[in-house]
């Protein structure tokens, strides 16, 4: 890997991040809103039955503990189980739960609370599956297989980014350009309500997402100082 693999590994990285924190706080709101006082407990046969509980096991020896079954078995209430489950879930985990486990999957109402339009099955699979592809490829840093495979996982991350409404879903929502530094930050300032206020190195780093969403390869963004002259004459 080069400094390039690495900065492109390291923005993915945070979108991906994004998706997954966008996502369990989405799946908590969903599963209280459908099942009040009782969202923990409708995750249980998956806990119990599905979840891999190797994952979840800490210490060694006699002080081994399954962490899953000692937040089934605490006093907790549902609110702080549910929050802590989530906590501690891995990103696959998460994603199983609305692809494999029916008694979501089937429950019409908490589809309407999770999604605010509903994709078919299909999508969901094949963008779980890439997105959980692509979070392997990131931490076990395999440059080989992510570029293999490039385009499906960025399809699947922005499947995701919209769906979900990460933080920086706007950005797929604004036109199609060609990745101009003056263009960029003026669409920026355009979609970002405080945009004059941020500092100018978070400016920059929303550039660079912005040009790489757009298809900008990495090694040929500008530098931070063409970004910075921009964005001093655009604030004039």
């Not at 605490?74 to 990103?91: D, H, R």
């Not at 499906?152 to 409404?165: H, P, T």
Request: with cysteine; charged share 25%; proline share 4%.
């Amino acid at each position: 890997m080069n400094r390039y693999d690495i900065i492109e590994f390291s923005k993915l990285y945070k979108r991906l991040l994004a998706v997954e924190i966008t996502l369990k706080n989405r799946l908590m709101y969903a599963l209280t809103a459908t099942y009040p006082n009782k969202a923990f407990n409708r995750l249980l046969p998956y806990l119990i039955n599905t979840i891999p509980h190797s994952k979840y096991m800490s210490g060694n020896g006699r002080v081994k503990r399954d962490r899953i079954n000692d937040l089934i078995s605490s006093n907790k209430s549902q609110e702080e189980k549910l929050l802590k489950f989530f906590n501690m879930a891995y990103l696959y985990d998460v994603l199983a739960l609305l692809t494999n486990y029916k008694q979501l999957m089937k429950d019409k109402a908490f589809k309407v609370n999770f999604y605010k339009n509903i994709p078919q099955h299909t999508l969901i699979e094949k963008h779980a599956s890439n997105l959980n592809n692509l979070r392997n490829a990131i931490m076990h840093f395999n440059f080989n297989k992510y570029s293999q495979n490039k385009t499906e996982y960025l399809e699947s991350l922005g499947f995701w980014e919209r769906l979900i409404f990460c933080p920086n879903h706007f950005m797929h929502s604004l036109p199609a350009i060609k990745p101009d530094t003056a263009k960029i930050l003026k669409l920026l300032a355009t979609a970002c309500p405080d945009f004059y206020e941020l500092d100018d190195r978070v400016i920059c780093d929303m550039f660079d997402d912005l040009a790489f969403i757009n298809g900008k390869p990495i090694n040929k963004l500008p530098k931070l100082w063409t970004i910075g002259r921009q964005i001093y004459l655009l604030k004039q």
